[in-house]
Nanobody, 122 residues
Framework: VQLQASGGGLVQAGGSLRLSCAAS????????MGWFRQAPGKEREIVSA????????YYADSVKGRFTISRDNAKNTVYLQMNSLKPEDTALYYC????????????????WGQGTQVTVSS
């Protein structure tokens, strides 16, 4: 699976961004998808994950109530709507794919996009 993330940028605190991740190469609906982020000097962490048919979702505590993950299997795309952004959300955001069932463990995801930078100014 090839993944291409987009939608990052610079936004003020309290603002919103929507990240997109377009997939190609395999049957998208066979893959659970996740969004991860990595800030400078920190380990990569799970932000959110979604099952193959959108029936199950997971959010890190730090983003619950502010971020929403969704997917459109007809468009081979997964989204991350980010609202009420905070400076601590600043990071390089990655989308990733895992065959069949979703997971919140970084090591379970075999396919990764190139990352899109999100910077939130205070």
């Amino acid at each position: 699976v090839q993944l291409q993330a987009s939608g990052g940028g610079l936004v003020q605190a309290g603002g919103s961004l929507r990240l997109s991740c377009a997939a190609s190469g395999r049957t998208f609906s066979n893959y659970a998808m996740g969004w991860f982020r990595q800030a400078p000097g920190k380990e990569r962490e799970i932000v959110s994950a979604i099952g193959r048919s959108s029936g199950s979702t997971y959010y890190a505590d730090s983003v619950k109530g502010r971020f929403t993950i969704s997917r459109d299997n007809a468009k081979n795309t997964v989204y991350l709507q980010m609202n009420s952004l905070k400076p601590e959300d600043t990071a390089l955001y990655y989308c990733a794919a895992k065959f069949t069932f979703s997971s919140y463990y970084t090591q379970d995801y075999a396919y990764w996009g190139q990352g899109t930078q999100v910077t939130v100014s205070s």
